[in-house]
Nanobody
Framework: QVQLVESGGDLVQPGGSLRLSCTASGFTLDYYTIGWFRQAPGKEREGVSCISGGGGSIYYADSVKGRFTLSRDNAKNTVYLQMNSLKPEDTAVYYC?????????????????WGQGTPVTVSS
């Protein structure tokens, strides 16, 4: 069964850090661009960060640039999103997905396999 599984979401205080993981099963991530997307309550899903199959191209949304770092470990079939200096506005359900058109940005409409999401809440 082809699937992506996210983990690492949690409740964290403003200024804190989390690392999200996206692990694939049933297929090899090596040749796929993987994106992280998020959806806050009452808002549309948006692209946060994308990384190409070889890791040579990475995109960050302006809202997370300088705070989030995307990396991949193809040997572990996993992509990581390190989130630092978290803000309340980062609160959302975070999803990973295979991306069909990249670069330059992370288009929500051009995606394939999605994970089930992991919730991140930034609150004091």
């Amino acid at each position: 069964q082809v699937q992506l599984v996210e983990s690492g979401g949690d409740l964290v205080q403003p200024g804190g850090s989390l690392r999200l993981s996206c692990t694939a099963s049933g297929f090899t991530l090596d040749y796929y661009t993987i994106g992280w997307f998020r959806q806050a309550p009452g808002k549309e899903r948006e692209g946060v960060s994308c990384i190409s199959g070889g890791g040579g191209s990475i995109y960050y949304a302006d809202s997370v640039k300088g705070r989030f770092t995307l990396s991949r470990d193809n040997a572990k079939n996993t992509v990581y999103l390190q989130m630092n200096s978290l803000k309340p506005e980062d609160t959302a359900v975070y999803y990973c997905a295979t991306v069909l058109e990249f670069p330059p940005k992370c288009p929500v409409r051009a995606t394939g396999v999605w994970g089930q999401g992991t919730p991140v809440t930034v609150s004091s």
